[in-house]
């Protein structure tokens, strides 16, 4: 079973991705899909069995990858609580993706290819997660990384999007090298890199040193740092999150698959999968903490002013992202991995939502030129809506009501709040998540204000003329040409917008299921009282972490204070974007130099582009140009070049095509080397 | 174990190709020239069960025939190989011979042939069945360079290739009998025993003249000058067997005969393959550069390829002969994919040989483009395609057996035939288009998207090809 | 006694053989060729191999050597020309050839042979058995594979010989019995009755 799980995506790919051009585009959509369907149908099997039944957590081998020395690599696919929960997101959401997609890019011509890289992306992503040594789970790391390249780039004829691809490759390459020398670190510590051998070899190696670049380290500490390095590349955390808005270049069910609820979430399976040595490193733990904590604030403060509606989810989904890290941080790991499962739900809703919402615009991204599609597109604006809801974490406190989001998002926060006893970096934590709550439903409100209310702006020209003082030159550079490939032929928004097809509408309608009832329904077995029969011991908590118990001990006001700034943002929103518009204007007016800050998103891209990108091209271009070309050319292959033509003719030179030519080499060949005995035989 | 039994256990192969050769045989002269098609189709049956036979066969070590024959996992593991080239080079024979009018069915009978003596040969456990093998093999494959005996340049092909196969038969039977003279004994282990202490000098000669006589078989410089221009001259499908089959024997012979029968002269014979390896890398690298025939080009590729698998000889240990049938393996598919390519350079019904015509081919062909290319990419050793591999275990050999001096030579030598590898690729991809190939028959195509199939997967899944080699190389020790 | 047939033989043998390369004359160098032969069976005769001897000699000289001599004398090969360029490779040829012999030199000089050599090499001789019965006893059991295997051989020397030199020509005239006994006079002759002073 769980073999064709993970296998039969890659069925799909390599039909879809060989024979795609002969069988057709609808071939391709119905093999993709359909296999997708098994495979999301097989992994709630396994999800009832192995996570919520009685079954026992597996691994079996497949076949032995390779074998060196002391290094040996299996294929094998571990099956247990955590990797039925990922495998449950992975299938489920990719599944709807592929039936959505089959509405959202119906006029694209190369849809065969499409469904391929969709479906080659979930199968590094189910190899991923059912990894049973880090080495497997790099490959499916690199695999993600590849597919996400693919498709960021998949309109490769618009350079914003080539840029934003290689930019996503590029950062993770520095996240990636951490984590290749994090698994380097780790076979080094314990010889070995399965999983059962190195859990079982790390509370042995708790506390030892390594000496490198003249300093002591903890070992351990180390080791993890370098993993997370890896993780955070991958989910797009604090310094390493410049690709991910950038990443919205891509079609939008990309967005929603890979960008929201299943790949950027990687790091997050990463740290849980590899708890047993996270616990026995505190520092990390700390560290891994305060990144998290940092990027929720500091996305969300950026989503605040974002007018492209993408762009505000995906930096919501960088500020989500920050949420499960922070859980992780302070221990607990369940609750971070319980708001990676209802925030794929939600999130993906929200991005396939948008999608809707575009489409129906005809491929207008700009919030500003939206407006008052509530009765346009009604069902799309309820789903939104749930979204939101869910997204906010809309629920009664101190009863079991709620959406998905309330139970898992003040999870954390309550978490926070309770690790601060022992650790102060959890009440910074605590203090950032709990602000982060309110710019989180300010910014969403904000955008469903923007896309559904308010008077609606058929014409662009006038959207953009009476915007036109805070058109900086950056984020209009992105309100432009997105999506744009798809629709030279029917123009920018000169139709009504209109209700997306069934096949769109169908999987939101799956998603705002999971949205509302995720949360109360899996709260109990994911961090309640069904604790350990529900994980059966694949998450990893040390003796003196109780985390768990901390958190219901905590006073009162810490659990309705995320549901107090929830509504004081909606207040907000509300004010600013229905009571009063135009307050908007007048608050950007008022700190330009903030807005600029803000929307500019910190001034990280510029920052990097001083400090890395443009030095490297300088340096590039002098090796390039002075050490390459003048040096090496000039001494190297052109002297060698030159030798090895001389080399070439001596030899050609030699066969002359006369047999006792020939016949005499061979005897002078035997009298050279006999004489070479001869000769050493005397000495 | 009664004779019987042991016949059945481990001569099996043999047995089903030498019955099977001679029904062929009948069948031919029974139906004369119309006989072709059907003894080929029996020829590639009949390899294809020896195939089966040593899969499926015991996995035991014996000794037969009053140790003149051996089985064991090396050979096993080097007969696979030898009939697999056999087979495909049959499989592919076909459309070419027939549409040169040279449909004789003797063709597949003589690969058959030959391929009884590969077996026989890499099993070969004392010097006659040493000699017996490589006859077998050799004058089957005289006949076939010159098959095409109305075209003056396979003719000659086939004598060049008679003469001086016969000089170096000469020099390993006087080599053979210096090491009789020397020790009374025809046996490998004989010998073995019989040299104690310093060798004397009769002895080296008879270790010079026999590895010159092998060195011939495998193309190693200095005895490779024949290779170019039977290459050129012989029909493809020869020349495909030429470069593969053969190939295998030989330098599966040349490692059993060092490890079985001078164990105790390692630093002797160790200097000459050094000695064969650099000269054979080298001329390999060299000496391509220029030419325009894709055939020649293949030439002095497989010279310099079967430099590379003798520098894993010269490791002289358990890892570099595990190195040295990993070498043959991937060497195998590469060359088989490549002949898969050049066989199907046929314009307007006519063969070609020349790489310009290879021209713009991702263009007309952009699929045969793209595994032309990456074969041409793995001959060069490119990573991750299997080629790197290939070299990687014989250099890890070489220099864990602290040989710095042959790897780097071996590096170098890499980097200077990427050169004339990669000038395929440039031209396949980045000239003006030559006129268009003819649509070839499925067996090329299958066996080029085969063979392309397994070098870019290896590395996903190299166990198979690793273990089998390592237990190989584990049997000679 | 033995000795000094062995040192005869031996000497012409060796003059012989290099009589073949060396005369001009290529009749005369087969002729050289079955002289050696006739010397190679006259050591096996003292090495107590008679069966060897009678096949070398009837083989070999009855047979081969007549063949080759059938072919030199038809073929009338320019030797000649063959030999230009003779003179000019001389000095290295000789060099190279020099230094072999030299070494080989070394080699008879130094010989040695490992101990318990002669005794393995020795063929342990039967009363009773003569060479030919003794022959026969060891090459269908001991020597099966070896036996076997030069028969493939042949069997291959004997496809190569008929593939590369066996031609069936369309349109050569051969004489088929069955067809002229099966030649009737009405199917052969046709008669015209041509009108006198027309012409045909």
Known sequence: MIQAIVFLPLIGFLIAGLFGRRIGARASELVTTTLLFIAAGFSWIVFFDVALGHGHASAPVLANWFTSGKLSVDWALRVDSLTAVMLVVVNTVSALVHFYSIGYMHEDPSRPRFFAYLSLFTFAMLSLVTADNLVQMFFGWEGVGLASYLLIGFWYQKPSANAAAIKAFVVNRVGDFGFALGIFLVFQLTQSLSFEQVFAAVPGIAGHKIHVFGADFDALTLATFLLFIGAMGKSAQFLLHTWLPDAMEGPTPVSALIHAATMVTAGVFMVARLSPIFEYAPDTLAFVTLIGAITAFFAATIGLVQNDIKRVIAYSTCSQLGYMFVAEGVGAYSLGVFHLFTHAFFKALLFLGAGSVIHAMHHEQDMRNMGGLWNKIPFTFAMMTIGTLALTGVGIPGTELGFAGFFSKDAIIEAAFAAGEHRSVAYLAFISTVVAAGLTSFYSWRLVFMTFFGKAKESHADARAAHGHDDHTHADAHAHGHDDHAHDDHGHGHHAPHESPIVMLIPLAVLAVGAVAAGAVFMGDFAGHGYDEFWKGALYTGHDNHILHAMHEIPHWVSYAATVMMILGFLGAFFVYQLAPGTAQKIAHAFPRLYRFLLNKWYFDELYDAIFVRPAFALGRLLWKGGDGRIIDGLGPDGIAARVVDGARLAVKLQTGYVYHYAFAMLIGVAAVVTWFVAGGLR | MSFSTALAHHFLPETILALGVLALILIGAWRGTRAFGLVNELAAGLLGLAILALFFGQTSEASLFEGAFVDDAFARFVKVLTLVGSLVTVLMSRDYLQRAKLGNFEFPVLVVLSTIGMLLLVSADNLIALYLGIELMSLALYVAAAFDRDDARASEAGLKYFVLGALSSGMLLYGASLLYGFSGTISFDGIAKAITGAPPLGVIFGLVFVLAGLAFKMSAAPFHMWTPDVYEGAPTPVTAFFASAPKMAAVAITTRIVFTAFPGIVGQWQQIVIFLAIASMLLGSFAAIGQTSIKRLMAYSSIGHMGFALVGLAAGNEAGVRGVAIYLAIYLVMTLGAFAAILQMRVEGRPVEKISDLSGLSRNNGTAAFFLAMLMFSLAGVPPLAGFFAKYYVLLAAVDAGLYPLAIIGVLASAISAFYYLRVVKVIYFDEPAPAFDQSPLSLRAVLAVSTVFLLGFWLYPAPVVEAATAAAKSLF | ?200
Do not use: C
């Not at chain 3, 160098?29 to 009678?54: D, H, W």
């Not at chain 3, 001789?125 to 020597?143: C, D, E, F, P």
């Not at chain 3, 295997?149 to 069997?155: D, G, K, M, P, R």
């Not at chain 3, 030649?183 to 009108?195: A, F, G, Q, W």
């Open chain 3, 1 to 200: 006694m033995a000795v000094a047939f062995f040192y005869l033989f031996s000497a012409v043998l060796i003059a012989s053989a290099f009589a073949v390369i060396v005369s001009r004359n290529p009749v005369h160098s087969v002729l050289y060729l079955i002289l050696a032969f006739v010397n190679g069976a006259g050591l096996f005769l003292l090495a107590g191999a008679e069966f060897l001897a009678m096949i070398l000699v009837v083989v070999y000289v009855g047979a081969v050597a007549v063949l080759f001599l059938f072919v030199v004398m038809m073929l009338d090969v320019d030797f000649a020309e063959l030999r230009q360029g003779f003179s000019k490779h001389l000095p290295v040829g000789a060099a190279v050839g020099a230094v072999v012999l030299g070494e080989l030199g070394l080699v008879a000089l130094g010989w040695q042979s490992a101990p318990g050599a002669k005794e393995a090499a020795a063929a342990p001789i039967v009363a009773g058995v003569s060479n030919t019965a003794a022959l026969g006893q060891v090459l269908y059991t001991k020597y099966f594979l070896f036996f076997q295997a030069s028969a493939l051989v042949l069997l291959t020397a004997m496809i190569g010989a008929i593939v590369l030199t066996l031609h069936h020509r369309p349109g050569v005239k051969r004489q088929k019995i069955e067809e002229q006994n099966a030649r009737t006079r009405d199917n052969v002759i046709e008669i015209k009755k041509v009108p006198s002073r027309a012409g045909v």
